[in-house]
């Protein structure tokens, strides 16, 4: 997921029709210490930080609108009815920033992207060769890994 996409995480524990979302309940943890309800009776509290940009879709999956790095983190989705069967959806946010910020690569002959994965604190850090930069069909850019991790990347523009 992007900062600044939308995100829709499923909970298929209440994919059946006689299932209400007054019946859902929806937890949130970002880093192992706090759990906050973010769905309960089927209302979403307004006192939860990013409460307006949350819903819920028809079958009680949570919608977050344009999502941010406070967003990344454990969900889960419980059914009180099957209170066994939680679904656990996790949210990582991918950010791509460019050095120097304002570097362009139409004026520029060299740009450096990093690429960053958020994720909860209790998934550890990305492995190696899980993120890979991929040139699109047609673009005029060499491409190379630089540094230690290939999210960091130097793209040469050719003109």
């Known amino acids: 997921m992007k900062v600044g996409q939308d995100a829709i995480l499923h909970c298929d524990t209440a994919s059946s029709p006689e299932t209400s979302c007054s019946t859902v309940e929806w937890f949130y943890n970002q ?20 409460a307006a940009s949350l819903s819920l879709n028809t079958n009680c999956s949570l919608v977050i609108t344009n ?33 120097p910020d304002d570097a362009d690569p139409r004026r520029d002959s060299e740009v450096a992207l990093k690429c960053s994965m958020l994720r909860h604190t209790g998934l550890g850090p990305c492995q190696r060769s899980s993120i890979r930069w ?3 069909p047609g673009t005029n850019a060499l491409v190379a890994p630089t540094g230690d991790t290939p999210a960091s990347l130097l793209m040469n523009t050719m003109w």
């Open 134 to 136: 991929v040139d699109e």
């Open 31 to 50: 880093d192992l210490s706090e759990s906050l309800t973010v769905l309960e009776n089927g209302n979403i509290p307004k006192s939860l930080p990013r």
């Open 67 to 99: 999502v941010t790095a406070e967003d990344v983190g454990h969900y889960t989705c419980r059914q009180r009815t099957h209170s066994n069967q939680d679904i656990c959806p996790y949210l990582s946010v991918l950010t791509i920033s460019r050095s």
